[in-house]
């Protein structure tokens, strides 16, 4: 068997071509316009990138984009009152501070202080409890896990790419095992949750389990995020098994002009002959991250 | 092999006795006296029963308890004004809420009025969040997930008495496979995180998993906490496990003289057969609930 790829930077164009005509839509049915305010710390090349990436995307889309950007010297009182500012301003409906802050900011206090509703990287604990949470509903909300733009609370964005993948590549998640490898804030424990609520049944692999490739053998789905290039080998992969990569680790390739290449968690050649889909590295779930962050701020946006 | 009993009350006794302990050393080195407020509405007969054994505990070991009970048409605004007096009252540095609450009453909103440091049932959003983060700190604390009296927010109590019961029935959890069957808000989400955090491998195994027996069969570790009596047949169980058995329902038995028995979630009789330690029912995972609530009004205290 050889997989199929499944093409993250297709289904992200889709999804942005489709936030772009709601965008649209709600604009001229409501003349609401979506707003997304980018806090941006420092000087670091990478958060400048995505910092660029991501207004870019909003400006594609029709939604609108506030950047701030502070020296890395910036202060706890500044960066909050901003954010005050920011949670009581209607133009703005999500409010993303991009990661990492320096060491002198306490990120989880800045992360704590945005409007949970505003949170449109789902990282607010009060948005991670509701992740965390088999109720059924929120307040009268009744919950449909199978729908995330219903969703009444943000649900961080990489995560939720990894399921919207799944669900356009018609991979069923109901009663099949999922194998998630690490179990950090930002994808493996959010994507676990996901998979739950999606009725997967749910195994959490970390670097104390005794024999990884074991659990990987059993499973139907596996979503590798643990950031260690080419970890998950060929044959700990199912045959007909759907894989999810969401590791991008740069490795030496005196080939390449850069002298890097970039490789997911996943051995990709030979993971691909036993898997019957499978995310490339880079245009897997890479791509999909931005789209999230989009339909959370519109989502934001037509619950305001 | 035929398992040993894990005795539930003979160890939340000795909790007990600590805590009694630790009241009066804490009282007569600082003049501190842990208290707890306990709500109760409406005249549930098994609520009345909880409240007063929750009291009583108190009393047994020198916590000082303070009684609210209202009638089941009380309003919202009551029930608020009242925890927001308890929240500010200095001597008090636990605040339980009976639960269930009649369905007129947003149960969800009057566990949020709760301050989260004074929320010993841990049921506060925010202490979900704080369990479901991998996480090495909070604010500047480290955490110690071996030791829950240094955990600086509140573990809900019958998931926390499930782990105090294998700590102190020396099971090691570092790397081997747990299971836990159901997902609820109360006890299995939470378990699995705990395993989790103590480096178990953890399957979360629900209503729509394909082959519940195969994935028990696979544990080291079982927790069944999914509300049906004796699901959990012998053989699904791999030999030398540990179970844990949180169900407590009632089965007809015309043998006994109010015709009915209490049992768990497990086939006591077969899994004894197969595992090397297992809870029984009643007396097992029972007891710990109130030994662990005392535990948090304590450590609430000496926190304060």
Redesign the interface.
Known sequence: MTGTDIDGKAIAQTIRTEIKDAVAELKSSTGKVPGLAVILVGARRDSQTYVRMKKKACEECGIASFGFDYPSDVTMETLSGKIAELNADPAVHGILVQLPLPEHI?E?AILTSIDPKKDVDGLH??N????????TH??STKIDWSDFTTIPFHIACTPQGCIELLDRSDVEL????AVVIG???LV??PVA?LL?HR?A??????S???DVPG?VRNADVVVAAVGRAEMVEGDWIKDGAVVVDVGINSVDDATKKRGYRLVGDVNYATAKEKASQITPVPGGVGPMTIAMLLRNTLNSCKRS
């Open positions: 306490d989880d604990p009060l991670t409890a509701s992740l965390c949470s088999t109720s929120v307040g109901e009663g099949k095992n179990r950090s804030n493996g424990l949750m739950m009725n049944t749910v195994t959490i692999v970390h104390r389990t005794a659990v």
